[in-house]
């Protein structure tokens, strides 16, 4: 009988420890579902660019998460065109509304709509949540944009620089440094009681017949505006503001490019470089000429956080303000060092709306 008792027990233990293993399990394969979640995004978007809420809850105070989002928009039956960007936050609160830096659209014209969606992932983790198509502009389907046609196109012919490619002479850099493109122009007669906006796309690089892609720019004329100032974008465009009496070097466009063996090299030696994009403008008078140059650093921070110069002022625009990523400049293929941050310029292209 005791024997039995012991045989009944031993069975009762072992159900019990299996029970509480298999709710321990179901318990844990449920946190996911529950654990740092989205419950909703809203957009504002335009023909210009967007500005993105997202609602996170089931947050963890002081953990850091990622949110990576997309918005697609298709023009008049077109390809669509995605345009990305990643916002990274510190939680302090279970729940928050996070609001992105924005993004600009380059090139949307006639009807278009636009489509979005996130992800949320928490570092360290490989658990993410996703959200379908948000609200954008108030509505819960694809939003709809009527955009204009630019007053003036000009393709990369129409801004070339005239005579031999610029030259690129060879250099030495340890590894992890990088080429800084910069490129600025001045503009003339340009409005002075409206805004206007010059943007420049498929901003490409040639070295020794490889291509490298630079991001999109754009110059914002604003008559309201007394300083100038230029940001980069959640989707790693550039937007720089200024007023329009002011024409003398206004920096558009730059992108730090790793150096690899053909930069460095140049053609082991001196060969040529070009520098090419498509310009387009509210303006359909607009008249503008423009150079571009070539500089080396040992380390680079980040686009945003090399605080690049807008403008000709303490310093050359497209020069780095940011003093430690000064201190790194050396001896590169535009360039001798020193304190001549943004490489010595090409020679001037000139571009005029037909």
């Known amino acids: 009988m005791f024997k039995r008792m012991a045989v009944l027990r031993k069975h009762l233990a072992k159900h019990i420890s299996v029970s509480g293993m298999v709710i321990a399990l179901l318990a844990l394969c449920a946190t ?5 979640h989205l419950t909703g995004a809203t ?33 008049s039956g077109g390809s669509p065109v995605t345009f990305k960007g990643a916002t990274t936050f510190k939680a302090t609160a279970s729940s928050e509304t996070v609001t992105t830096a924005g993004g600009t659209f380059t090139g949307l014209t006639g009807g278009c709509e636009v489509t979005g969606s996130a992800t949320l992932t ?33 393709p990369p012919s129409g801004t070339e620089i005239g005579g031999s ?33 010059v943007d420049f796309s498929g901003v490409t690089l040639v070295v020794n017949d490889t291509s490298y892609a630079l991001p999109n720019g754009r110059v914002v004329f604003n008559p309201a505006v007394s300083t100038a100032s230029t ?25 730090a490019i790793p150096v690899d063996s053909n930069l460095e090299n140049g053609g082991h030696g001196n060969t040529g470089s070009t520098l ?21 650093y040992t380390s680079w921070p980040g686009n945003a956080a090399a605080n690049i110069e807008p403008v000709h002022g303490a310093l050359q625009a497209g020069a780095p303000q940011n003093k430690a990523v000064e201190a790194d400049l050396i001896q590169g293929p535009r360039g001798g060092g020193g304190s001549n941050f943004t490489g010595s310029w090409s020679g001037t292209g000139h571009g005029t709306c037909p």
């Open 32 to 36: 996911p579902a529950w654990a740092n």
């Open 276 to 296: 090419s994009f498509s310009t387009s403008s509210s303006d359909g008078s607009l008249k503008f000429q423009w150079q571009w140059g070539a500089a080396v």
């Open 122 to 154: 928490s570092t360290g983790s490989t658990v993410s949540t996703s959200l379908g198509d948000f609200t954008i502009n108030g509505g819960t389907g694809p939003a709809t944009l009527s955009c204009p046609t630019p007053a003036c196109v000009i």
């Open 231 to 255: 940001i980069v974008n959640a989707d790693g465009s550039w937007t720089t503001t200024v007023n329009p009496t002011f024409s003398s070097d206004i920096f558009f466009d730059g992108q």
């Open 165 to 197: 490619p610029v030259s690129w002479n060879g250099f030495n850099a340890p590894a992890g440094s990088v080429v800084w493109i910069n490129a600025h122009l001045d503009a003339s007669d340009v409005p002075t009681n409206k805004i206007t906006r």
């Open 43 to 75: 957009a504002t978007a335009n023909c210009e660019g967007y500005r993105l809420s997202v609602n996170a809850v089931d947050l963890t105070e002081g953990a850091t998460y990622t949110i990576d989002y997309s918005l697609t928009v298709t023009c």
